[in-house]
Nanobody, 116 residues
Framework: QVQLVESGGGLVQAGGSLRLSCAASGRTFSNYGMGWFRQAPGKEREFVAAISRTGGFTDYADSVKGRFTISRDNAKNTVYLQMNSLKAEDTAVYYC?????????WGQGTQVTVSS
């Protein structure tokens, strides 16, 4: 059974940085792409970033390009989201995500709050 556990969220001032981590278990981590999504209060969950199995391909939402970096360490079964130059509008619960044919897996989420 796939499990995803996020960590690293917290309260930070605008302009600051945070690094989120997502530890995966339950299957061969390096065989699957990974992603980060976020959900702000009263809004739908939205895509933030994704990374391929080997890390050779990454994709970002326009709103975070140039500020966020997704990476992975397949030896540690962990995917990261480095968030720099944080803005108040980045405040949300951040979720780790991965897929199998016909199924999507989510972590429990980690809260990121950016004070202006």
């Amino acid at each position: 059974q796939v499990q995803l556990v996020e960590s690293g969220g917290g309260l930070v001032q605008a302009g600051g940085s945070l690094r989120l981590s997502c530890a995966a278990s339950g299957r061969t981590f390096s065989n699957y792409g990974m992603g980060w999504f976020r959900q702000a209060p009263g809004k739908e969950r939205e895509f933030v970033a994704a990374i391929s199995r080997t890390g050779g391909f990454t994709d970002y939402a326009d709103s975070v390009k140039g500020r966020f970096t997704i990476s992975r360490d397949n030896a540690k079964n962990t995917v990261y989201l480095q968030m720099n130059s944080l803005k108040a509008e980045d405040t949300a619960v951040y979720y780790c995500n991965t897929n199998s044919p016909g199924r999507t897996y989510w972590g429990q989420g980690t809260q990121v709050t950016v004070s202006s």
